[in-house]
């Protein structure tokens, strides 16, 4: 019996191990380091701005990611977040930053409440966005708080 819970332990430390191995951590850095094209979209009847995602970006789609940011309430009641690199005060809605510093995150459950600043480091299913203009370019699936 003994040897059997051992060597249970030992295969979920193996399993562990490697779901961890299979995230990868990303920096805000790295993610706005982008540029983009001032485009004309005849849905929304005037420009806007296109991510132009390069090869730092383009390798995390549809990866599983860890990041670290601070949480920014949009609808507290219907539990919409996003992460931001910045603070509120220096946030892309209320701040000088640029949409490459934000991300939205949807939970794999509900979060307790979360406050707004609140540093958390996140993982989930990451995506890019270069189409859907009504979304944030960048977009966490699944995100569970580590």
Known sequence: MRIKLIALFILLGAVVSATAQNTTSVSWSTLMDLKFKDVYMESTGGYVYIPLFNEKHKPLDGREIEITGYII????????????????????FCGGAGPESVMAIYFQSPPRRLKTDERLTLTGVFELNDSDVDELIYVLKDVRIK
């Open 73 to 92: 309430p949009i609808d507290v009641e219907s539990d919409t977040y996003v992460l931001s690199a910045f603070p509120f005060s220096a946030c892309f």
